[in-house]
Nanobody, 124 residues
């Protein structure tokens, strides 16, 4: 049973930074890719970033490249999203997700497990 819990969201001014965390229980057996998605009010959920099982490969949405960095610590079963130079358009509920897959894969969709989400609000 895989369970994901996000934390670290909050209110920040434009240009500021935040670090989100996603703790995964049940991700210790097999190789799980993990990802971050976000959903703004009135919009569909969109892909933000993904990281493969051992953290050696990552992928980002164009809108966050150069500003967001995804990482993971498998010893702590935790994934992170470091966000800098935040913009008001980054305001959304951020979700982490996990999927059991081949070790080198960095999927941008078709995840099986989802967290409950954490709110990020960037004021102008």
């Amino acid at each position: 049973q895989v369970q994901l819990v996000e934390s670290g969201g909050g209110l920040v001014q434009a240009g500021g930074s935040l670090r989100l965390s996603c703790a995964c229980s049940g991700c210790t057996v097999g190789s799980y890719a993990m990802g971050w998605f976000r959903q703004a009010p009135g919009k569909e959920r969109e892909f933000v970033a993904t990281i493969n099982w051992n953290g050696g490969s990552t992928s980002y949405a164009d809108s966050v490249k150069g500003r967001f960095a995804v990482s993971r610590d498998n010893a702590k079963n935790t994934m992170y999203l470091q966000m800098i130079s935040l913009k008001p358009e980054d305001t959304a509920v951020y979700y982490c997700a996990a999927v059991r897959t081949l070790p080198w894969v960095t999927p941008t969709g078709n995840y099986d497990y989802w967290g409950q989400g954490t709110q990020v609000t960037v004021s102008s």
